[in-house]
């Protein structure tokens, strides 16, 4: 557009930050003002952003590159490479050709899988340490000599060409805490974007995104996986990010990373109340979501539902069933269809709003109708849109009266559910309070078809009637346990898992928590893990998770969220949402079955993590009209349906029930492509227990 302008040999010195938002930008020249600075400093990023006061969670990493030659056959070619790039995974490495502009050498880059060298972003341009830029350190042989040998037995020709020392060095990579780059607007300084960690072969396509969000306010592609506003404040503290960026190092070039393969670092940082009975329980905490520790299963019930374990699958293969124990979660699973089960939810990110404008600002977010007289005492399950119509969050709202609200989401996109709420009243000059409550209460999951009859023993019975208690209520509820305790809580009657029952919140208080979860063990009710919340309940539900199966680039109708009817209140998204539901859509989520386990090998196969969907006749990844592949989004093994489920996105003229489709899964040999089966399209459930019982 010719509007750039460019300032060579001009260092910033500093920003000019007014009320939380950027002015502009000190340098030795003078002051650029702007109410609009992007910070691109990749490795110097953390310095950058910390001028004003701006946490990034990246570390810089060393990576020794080495290059062997001249090579004689690129002397004079005509072509630009002559040997392929070669990633040589089991040492961590690859080999490159550099090309005729680059001397016609061969590059050698390791990435150190061991004992990464993490440099301080402070740090890189010391001159002890730096070659010919700030950015390259010296490299010595010592340091690398084991992976280098291994790569001179993969590359003979090394051996032949030789190092060139005078060009070999120790680079500098931006590594974050999640593997995932850094882009969107800051939280603490408004104005101030970061577009930080990106790849060279990835930053055409970041910078273009983000410029897209800043211009249109939401990219073409869904950006949570790189939205700065994903972490926590405690996720940006200095001693987090070097502890999750020194283990993330060592996983950028490694053997495969398995989908499920737990934190090392960064760990107990939050516990419920529950969490002392959950470790005697034997309580698999090998899952960690916002700081929340929680168990996958319990090795206690390895016993207790032994009759259960003998009715699900046992999985051989070594891949499939690492981290998770999923022949008790599945047992798990099964007795709380049959009594009832407890969940740890206490990772759920909770926020309250209040004042004047507390309904308004929630109206304008919401796709659901929040206020009114009539919605006290409910639950409103809701999504907010981007203004393109994607769904960006998925979520409950809760009115308590007046003008007071509770926001209950995820503990992957609390933060961000937050910083939208926050950024939106901010912009608008809206009039409300936002307290945060996440660690003021812990939650607790009762379900199954005798949950009622459980809290029932500690609770008035006709107050939590089928007639008084309906589902999608709200009530306060007070719970006499044995001992003489007393313990108030706030229960919602809504079901994530298809039961009957209640999600319970209470204080985050031993005091309260423990007591209460003693008395649920003392009935009889079975402690059950996150595995059988958030896999395979859910997708014997066909439930969706924000991030994973509701993205931005689908739209409310692709992702069957769409709601019966449009309210006449104006919400972000709604003229994209009115013009969405008059047309067909593209695609579909649907739920597809695995037609069989087996297709290759002696061993069934029980997939875990994504893969492609692909079309049985020309094996390739079904593509829709506007672009986007099809993948499998959640996977999960369901014992109440004897059935492996997948869910995606297909092509709306595949997305009918009883296509028949593969889902290719470890292609060994040739044979890893599952004949797969459509079995809902767009809404819908396979299993719904509640609907099919009695409510006692």
């Not at 740090?123 to 340490?129: A, E, F, R, V």
């Not at 423990?514 to 014997?540: N, W």
């Not at 819908?684 to 009695?694: A, F, M, N, T």
């Amino acid at each position: 557009m010719g509007a750039l302008r460019t300032f060579t040999h001009t260092p910033a010195t500093g920003f000019e930050i007014e009320d939380g938002r950027i002015r502009g930008v000190h340098t030795d020249k003078g002051t650029v003002r702007a109410p609009l600075v992007i910070i691109t400093s990749g490795i110097w990023g953390p310095a950058v952003a910390g001028m004003a006061d701006v946490p990034v969670p990246l570390w810089p990493v060393e990576h020794p590159l080495l290059f062997f030659g001249p090579l004689d056959e690129i002397q004079g070619t005509k072509e630009f490479l002559v040997h392929p790039l070669m990633r040589d995974q089991g040492n961590s490495a690859y080999v490159r050709d550099t090309g005729r502009s680059e001397g016609g050498m061969l590059e050698w880059g390791y990435y150190e899988e061991k004992n990464p060298r993490m440099v301080d972003a402070e740090d890189i341009g010391d001159p002890s340490k730096v070659k010919t830029s700030p950015s390259m350190h010296h490299l010595s042989l010592d340091e690398i000599a084991e992976p280098l040998a291994r790569a001179s037995e993969t590359v003979p020709l090394f051996e032949d060409l030789g190092w060139d020392e005078r060009t070999s060095f120790n680079g500098l990579l931006s590594v974050t805490v999640d593997g995932g780059s850094l882009v969107g607007e800051s939280p603490e300084v408004r104005g101030l974007w970061l577009c930080e960690a990106v790849w060279v072969k990835d930053g055409p396509g970041v910078a273009r995104l983000c410029a897209e969000w800043i211009v249109e306010g939401t990219p073409q592609m869904d950006p949570h996986a790189m939205d700065i506003n994903r972490f926590y404040p405690f996720q940006k503290e200095r001693d987090y990010i070097r502890g999750r960026c020194y283990e993330n190092a060592q996983k950028i070039y490694n053997p495969p990373v398995h989908p499920r393969e737990p934190w090392a670092t960064g760990r107990d940082v939050f516990h419920s109340p529950f969490y002392a009975r959950e470790k005697e329980l034997g309580g698999f905490f090998d899952n960690e979501i916002g700081g929340w520790e929680r168990a996958y299963a319990y090795a206690s019930n390895e016993q207790k539902l032994a009759d259960y374990i003998k009715k699900v699958p046992v999985r051989e293969h070594e891949w499939d069933r690492r981290h998770v124990p999923y022949e008790i979660a599945n047992a798990e699973h099964l007795a709380m269809s049959d009594s009832a089960g407890m969940i740890n939810l206490s990772h759920f990110a909770i926020f309250d709003l209040e004042g004047p404008d507390a309904e308004a600002l929630l109206e304008m977010l919401s796709v659901a109708r929040i206020g009114g007289a009539a919605r006290e005492g409910r639950v409103v399950y809701t999504n907010f849109l981007d203004p393109a119509g994607g769904v960006h969050a998925d979520l409950t709202i809760c009115p308590l009266g007046g003008q007071r609200f509770r926001v209950i989401t995820g503990g992957a996109d609390g933060n961000r559910d937050f910083i939208g709420i926050r950024n939106h009243r901010d912009d608008h000059g809206l009039d409300a309070d936002i307290r945060l409550r996440t660690h003021d209460l812990a939650t607790l999951g009762l379900w199954g078809p005798e949950a009622r009859q459980v809290l029932g023993r500690f609770a008035d019975g006709d107050a939590i009637s089928d007639a008084n208690f309906p589902f999608g209520a709200a009530r306060r509820v007070e719970l006499s346990l044995p001992g003489g305790v007393k313990v108030p809580v706030w229960a919602l009657r809504i079901s994530y898992v298809g039961e009957l029952g209640w999600e319970l919140y209470l204080d985050n208080d031993p005091g309260a928590g423990l007591p209460l979860f003693d008395a649920l063990l003392e009935a009889a009710v079975v402690p059950v893990g996150i595995e059988t919340y958030a896999s395979s309940r859910r997708l014997e539900k066909s439930f969706r998770v924000q991030g994973i199966d509701l993205e931005t680039e689908y739209d409310a109708y692709e992702s069957a969220m769409a709601r019966p009817a449009i309210k006449k209140q104006d919400f972000i998204g709604k003229a994209a949402y009115l013009d969405q539901r008059g047309r067909e859509p593209a695609a579909l989520l649907c739920t597809l079955s695995l037609d069989t386990l087996r297709v290759a090998g002696e061993m069934d196969r029980y997939p875990v993590g994504i893969a492609p969907i692909l079309d049985p006749k020309t094996g390739e990844t079904l593509v829709d009209a506007r672009g986007r592949r099809s993948y499998t989004t959640s996977t999960s093994y369901c014992p109440s349906l004897g059935q492996h489920l997948v869910m995606g996105y297909l092509p709306a003229e595949r997305a009918r029930v009883g296509e028949q489709l593969l889902v290719e899964y470890f292609d060994e040999g040739g044979d890893g492509q599952y004949p797969v089966t459509v079995r809902v399209a767009g809404r819908g459930s396979l299993y719904d227990p509640e609907s099919q019982r009695v409510r006692g």
